[in-house]
């Protein structure tokens, strides 16, 4: 369970992460740096969240608790950024991408703790490993089907587009469409600048419900782990080395 969470996890956190810093440096004419900087409420987010839930999984030695509700808000953070638009403040953009952080933050490191828990000691790097890299082909899978759902979609829209408004022809494909070139129309057509925006924040919100789904299997998966005593003992320990190594360091 805990592994099949963290590729659910990859899929959805980072399909966003690889694209909303995009849809800023378009929609608000921001550099990547400030991009960047913008992001910061879903680190808050995850922060409060992944630090409070590790002090009280290590005061009440519950954690299955966490990856539930964790879900539940991250299942209704995306389906929020399905109501993003070009002109979108800051204040409610950083909003949306906290509330993800916070449900985020809720599950990320409790599944880790989980799926150690859930082993031998001996286990405990093999089982780590193989959760990291369930979440990282989550990543790729997710980031790769939303970016070609996105691009799909915009790309039908700028063909609409250019139908109905022939100075969109000098805009290109979709794959050619940078923040600079964008931004470079700012000045030189502003009708077309805005026309552009509106079709990529018109493509890139509807994407996010193909995330929806996946995210409330995940929530559906979380229902189904127990919680394990957690482990008091150290590995080295638990295996009976830490005798072993304290000698070979007294020699």
Do not use: C
């Not at 995330?211 to 559906?220: C, E, K, M, S, Y």
């Amino acid at each position: 369970m805990s592994t099949a969470i963290a590729f659910v996890v990859g899929v959805t956190m980072f399909a966003a992460l690889a694209y909303l810093p995009t849809f800023l440096q378009m929609a608000h004419d921001v550099d990547p740096t400030d991009s960047g900087l913008l992001m910061l409420p879903m680190t808050i987010g995850l922060m409060i969240t992944a630090i409070g839930s590790g002090f009280l999984i290590a005061k009440t030695g519950r954690y299955r608790i966490y990856p539930i509700i964790g879900l539940a808000i991250t299942t209704a953070g995306i389906a929020w950024l399905t109501f993003i638009t070009a002109d979108i403040s800051m204040v409610m953009f950083g909003a949306m991408i906290f509330v993800l952080g916070f449900g985020m933050g809720l599950v990320m490191q409790t599944i880790v703790i989980a799926v150690q828990n859930a082993v031998p000691s001996a286990q405990v790097g093999t089982a780590t490993s193989t959760n990291n890299f369930l979440r990282e082909i989550g990543a790729a899978i997710g980031t790769s089907v939303f970016g070609t759902v996105f691009t799909t979609s915009l790309a039908g829209k700028l063909d609409d587009l250019k139908n109905s408004m022939p100075s969109a022809a000098k805009a290109g494909a979709a794959s050619d469409l940078t923040p600079e070139s964008v931004g470079a129309l700012k000045n030189t057509d502003p009708n077309l600048y805005h026309e552009i925006i509106d079709a990529y924040a018109d493509a890139m919100a509807p994407t996010f419900w193909f995330l929806v789904p996946i995210a409330a299997v995940g929530f559906v998966l979380s229902l189904f782990l127990r919680d394990k005593k957690l482990s008091t003992t150290a590995g080295l320990v638990d295996r009976g080395q830490a005798g072993e190594l304290a000698g070979a360091g007294a020699r």
